[in-house]
Every structure is written in C-alpha cells, then in structure tokens.
C-alpha cells in the first residue's frame, strides 16, 4: 500500500485569482510524498502542470511529485547444465564457476544439474520425450556417436565453441575423437579426460619376484601369486556389477589386446569371434582370484587401498586417493596401508596374445539441439576463464584437452611429487596413444554409434556378470548372445537412416 500526503500551498493565491479578469498561471509547489515497497525500488522527480477550478476561476498549477518507477522486470535466459562429476565438492567448484559467469553475464541463468554417468542415456531418452533436454551434458566420449546419431547434438554449435577458443589450441587427439565422420564436424567439445591403468603392489610384486601385469600372462600369475601375500585376500579386483559401466571399461583394453573389435573392416558385427571368446574367458577366468563380486570402481578401490587386494583397474583419477585415502560411501575417509603410492606401480599398457592396447577416457561437453545461443558462451568461459577450476578439482583425472592449459596442469598439485616422472609423462601424452573400440578410424558414424548403444545399455557387464557371478553363460553363449544384440542394434540404426 502506498500513503500520499498532499499538501498544497494555495491560500496565499486566492486574492489574486479573485482579482483577475482573465486565467492567470501560477507556480506551486506541491510534494508528494510516496513509501517505498520492495516491488517500487526507485523513485524519480516530476513537474506536473494541471488545470484547477477555485470558486469558478481557472489556475494553472505547477507541482513538483516525487513517483515511483517500477523496475522493468529482466528476463534471464536459463541455460541446464548437467554434470556427470557429482560429487558435492566437484558440484561446488561448477557452481562457483557457474556464479562468475552469471555475474559478468547477468542476463543467462546457468543451473548446474548433478546426474550418475550410467543413468546419461536413460535421462535423456526421459528428457527427450518430455521435450525438455538439457542445454549442456558433461559425458563420456562414448555417447557422444550415439546422441549425434540420434540427432540431439548440436554440432553448428560445437564447431563455433571449439573456433572461438581456437582450433589449434586443442590437442590433435582429442578433436578427433569427437569427430562426426558422416558429417566432418565437431559433434561435442572435448574437456578432460583419464588414462587407465593396472596399479599394483610394487613392493609386494618385488618381494614374490613377480614381473609387472603388462601382459594376459603375467597378469595371471600375479592374481595367483598375491593373495596371502602380507595381508592380501585377493589378487586384483575385477568390474562385474552388471548395472555399472566399469566392467565394459576394463574389458575393452583386454578385448582390443586379442584383436577383438565389434565389427570387421567389411562393417559385418564380430561379436562372436575365437578373440572376443578368448578375451571374454580370460578376463572372467581372473574372477577365481579377484574380490568376491557384484563389484565396480568403487569396491575396486577401497579394495586396494585397504591392503586387501594387489592390483586394480583404475583410472589416473586414484592419484590423490593414494596418498590421502578416498572417501567411504557412508562418510569419512579409507585409512591408507603405509606408503602406499609410493609402493604402487602403473602399467598402463596391456599385451595380449594378438596385439597390446591402452584404454582412457574423453570426456566432453555436449551442446543439445535446441539450446539457447548462450549455452555456447558458458561452455567457452569453462574452457578458459573456469577451467583451470575444474581441472583443479583432479588434476591426474583431469588431463586438459588445450595446450596453454598443460603447464598450468604439470604444477597444479602437490600430489605429483609422490610420483615418478615417467608415470607423470605417461599420463600428460595419454590421448595420443589411448584406444577405444570407438576410436577405430574405418569405423563409420553408424558403427560408433552402435558403439555407444552397446555402452549405455550395459551388454558387456551383463554378459561378465552372468558369466563370472551368476554362471548363467558360459563365454561362447555369451558371445553369441553379444552378437545377435549388436546385430539388431546394427539392423535398428540402419533403419533410422
């Protein structure tokens, strides 16, 4: 509610106006006095002239009125975010970048999303349906193929984001992971990524005179050797939860080592080839030493840390965990066995009987179709005036995709002192030798794609659990039941063409 008081000064006029023959103009003050509501923040000065009667006479009154202008209200372009690093400090960090951009651009809304890595494909599908995607996805490389498939990326919007920063600032590797090979663009940005390795007991591994797990065979006689070995229960913890992607990231570097890929140089599916049968027996056949299962990255590296078992797949993201101890699941933090990174060795390269591989991971930010032109300025401004921010967070599993952020990253933690150079440099020129079934250069868009599929639904660490844990399929029936899935996915994306 507002009060207004007027007081007009007119009585000393009356004689005049009285006098006059004819209408006379004359100036009064009169003032206006307005409360202020939270809804009226300003007030501006006014001269208002008006026509009055006074006992049959005309007057010209000036007045001066204070009145309040109501802000125009602004309307924010709100750009979604969604982030598949979740966890409440990584969450922060994106929320504390996010309110920098916001202050210096104070027209876009940018909310930060949290969202699980395995649920990405499901969330989108619910999101698509419901036509409210998302302006921006942080996500693994191995969705991007699928989603441009499927026509969600917006890949005009990627090319002009990875122009503005400078195309040669990006490094080679990188860029041409996300590449549409159907269309010659940028389908998504490339941000970060890790390197994954088998680290493992260096100490231990010397005292029973065993040689470094870089090959199936020494891999096996580790995992036999280690468990009773100082306080060892297992050799090596292996992926087989069947609801998590861990599994699939493992058993690739293992499948590409045996020459095992999902489709030929002809595009027919080899799903079911004696190297997929031969890498699918090996890597469940680790199971008679490996931690009890259903297992993923987590119990994989509590596992390790806690003097349990020797060896574990694990990303470049485990660097600080060694030496500080992760965080539990319910609170608090995992206690370290003694001078455990500096006993930990890194073999990032695998040697199979048919070849060798090395696995990491891309991470990149996709822009939606459909997303507001200003997504594009928030994914720039977390390539550079945020990054280093980001990178922050973890450096080892935070690898930046951008020369001029390198040097930044080589001193940006003091945990790099607890590792040896040739370690550091292995994970500084990881994209350039990292493989993936993706990766494969004469893999069509399609084939990627089915990639991707075979990736967000789960194939591969359900076949290894049903092998490993449940005994429900044997490694040939697995095989063939991989074959006639990817088939179908195959035969389905054809279709959408």
């Not at 991971?361 to 594009?376: H, K, S």
């Not at 401004?381 to 952020?405: H, M, N, Q, S, W």
Request: glycine residues 8%; contains cysteine; negative net charge.
């Amino acid at each position: 509610m507002k009060k207004t008081w007027f007081l007009i000064a007119i009585a000393l006029l009356m004689s005049l106006v009285l006098a006059a023959c004819q209408p006379q103009t004359v100036e009064v003050e009169v003032t206006r006095v307005v409360t202020e509501t939270e809804e009226v923040p300003v007030e501006v000065t006014r001269v208002i002239t008006e026509t009055i009667e006074i006992e049959g006479e005309t007057v010209e009154v000036t007045r001066v009125v204070e009145v309040p202008v109501e802000a125009e209200p602004v309307d924010k372009v709100v750009v979604e975010f969604w982030t598949t690093d979740n966890e409440e400090d990584r969450v922060n960090a994106y929320e504390d970048v996010a309110a920098r951009f916001m202050a210096e651009n104070p027209g876009i809304e940018v909310r930060i999303v949290p969202i699980e890595e395995a649920g990405i494909t499901q969330r989108i599908a619910t999101a698509q349906a419901a036509n409210r995607l998302p302006d921006i996805v942080r996500m693994g490389i191995e969705r991007v193929a699928a989603f441009s498939a499927d026509g969600l990326l917006d890949e005009d919007a990627a090319e002009a984001v990875i122009s503005s920063i400078g195309e040669d600032d990006f490094r080679a590797g990188p860029l041409q992971m996300v590449k549409d090979p159907a269309t010659d663009k940028y389908a998504a940005v490339p941000y970060d990524g890790w390197i994954q390795a088998i680290w493992y007991r260096q100490d231990l591994f010397d005292e029973l005179g065993l040689d470094a797990p870089t090959s199936w065979d020494s891999i096996q006689a580790a995992c036999e050797a280690l468990p009773g070995s100082g306080n060892l229960l297992y050799g090596i913890t292996l992926g087989t939860d069947p609801g998590q992607n861990y599994g699939q990231q493992v058993f690739e570097q293992v499948a590409i080592s045996n020459n095992a890929w999902p489709f030929d140089e002809g595009g027919n599916v080899t799903m079911n080839t004696p190297e997929m049968i031969e890498a699918l027996a090996f890597y469940t056949g680790l199971q008679e030493c490996a931690a009890p299962g259903p297992q993923y990255w987590r119990g994989a590296r509590e596992n390790y840390e806690l003097d349990q078992s020797g060896m574990l797949f694990y990303s470049t993201y485990i660097m600080d965990d060694l030496v500080d101890g992760s965080g539990l699941e319910d609170g608090g933090q995992v206690e370290l066995v003694d001078n455990l990174a500096a006993n930990t060795g890194f073999a990032s390269v695998m040697e199979g009987p048919n070849g060798s591989a090395s696995y990491g991971q891309l991470v990149t930010l996709g822009i939606m179709q459909g997303a507001d032109p200003e997504a594009q300025k928030v994914v720039e401004y977390f390539l550079t005036e945020g990054y280093g921010d980001i990178i922050a967070l973890a450096p080892f599993g935070k690898v930046p995709v951008t020369k001029t952020a390198v040097e930044d990253w080589k001193t940006s933690s003091d945990y790099f002192a607890n590792y040896s150079d040739e370690t550091l440099d292995q994970i500084a020129n990881g994209f350039e030798s990292m493989q993936r079934w993706l990766f494969r250069p004469d893999y069509d868009a399609t084939q990627r794609a089915v990639i991707g599929d075979i990736e967000g639904r789960l194939l591969i660490p359900t076949v290894i659990s049903n092998i490993a844990l449940e005994g429900t399929m044997s490694p040939e029936t697995a095989a063939q039941f991989l074959q006639e899935q990817v088939e179908q996915m195959l035969a389905d994306r054809q279709t959408e063409e």
